[in-house]
């Protein structure tokens, strides 16, 4: 038998199972790479991950103080605009109020002025109102004797008043204005009532219903309607009429206390006298 055959199959062997040894070995290492490759890629990954987290998280806290501090900014803004409106109307009504001192002075400068000029107006009119007392006295001495002693009281009571220093000038001349147009009123007003008359000039006073038209005509009559009578401005007394005004006389009574309608009346009236 030939063995150099031999050894040359038995070395080929040997080298094939070295090669052989030495796939299985590269391929070993190669997986132990592998694993080694994944897990290096897996905390890379990890890393990315805990980075990303932050950031997020840093995001939010950032967008969390965005909010908050538009938030703010909205509220500031928003009482800036009322502010705004405030001093706005702050504006108008210190330039009415401005208006209105400007006002107040020009009528404290008249009321001033008025002051000074009240105590030579005062002096002016006190003569003016016992004046217009004396000629108002005098005129209800020449009228026709009705409601003498009201009217002439009423005149008297303004005599106290003018000399009294609990009114003012000023409620002086008003209540002597106001006697004024009372007596004014009766010149044209219609009248009936009761009062106490000396009809027969002897001192004796008659109770009688008198009747007044305006300041034409003063009549009266008794109550049983037996006498009746007028005031005679030219005698300046009274005298006694003709049965036939007893019922003309009755009759304006009736329509002075309104319990008869209003009528034509037949009465004896003085004639007007020419003026001078």
């Known amino acids: 038998m030939n063995k150099q055959p031999l050894k040359a199959l038995a070395l080929v062997a040997a080298l094939i199972g070295g090669l052989t040894a030495s796939a299985v070995q590269a391929a070993e290492v190669n997986d132990v ?12 990954v990890n890393d990315v991950l805990k980075a990303g987290a932050v950031k997020v998280k840093t995001a939010q ?14 509220g500031l803004l928003q009482e800036f605009k009322q502010v705004n409106k405030q001093i706005e109307s702050l504006r108008v009504y210190n330039s ?33 109102m016992a004046s217009m007392l004396d000629g108002l006295n005098d005129f209800i001495e020449l009228d026709m004797p ?9 005149i008297a009571d303004l005599n106290i008043n003018l000399d009294s220093a609990k009114f003012s000038a000023a409620e002086k001349f008003r209540q002597i204005l106001e006697v004024y147009d009372i007596e004014s009123a009766y010149s044209l007003s219609l009248e009936s009532y009761r009062d106490m008359v000396d009809i027969n000039s002897d001192g004796s006073e008659v109770e009688v219903e008198m009747l007044r038209i305006g300041r034409v005509a003063l009549m009266y009559q008794t109550k049983d309607k037996s006498q009746t009578g007028a005031w005679n401005k030219t005698t300046g007394s009274w005298e006694t009429l003709g049965s036939e005004y007893r019922r003309a006389v009755n009759q304006g009574i009736r329509i002075a206390k309104k319990l008869s309608p209003q009528d034509v009346m037949e009465m004896p009236i003085t004639a007007p006298e020419t003026a001078q």
Do not use: C, H, W, Y
């Open 96 to 128: 009415q109020l401005d208006r209105q001192i400007v006002s107040q002075k020009q009528m404290m400068a008249e009321l001033q002025e008025s002051i000074k000029n009240a105590t030579v107006i005062e002096r002016g009119i006190s003569p003016l």
């Open 33 to 44: 790479l592998e694993a080694g490759a994944v897990k290096v890629k897996t905390a890379e």
């Open 61 to 74: 806290t950032a967008q969390t103080k965005v909010d908050r501090i538009a938030d703010q900014t909205d």
């Open 146 to 154: 009705f409601k003498v002693e009201a009217r002439s009281d009423a």
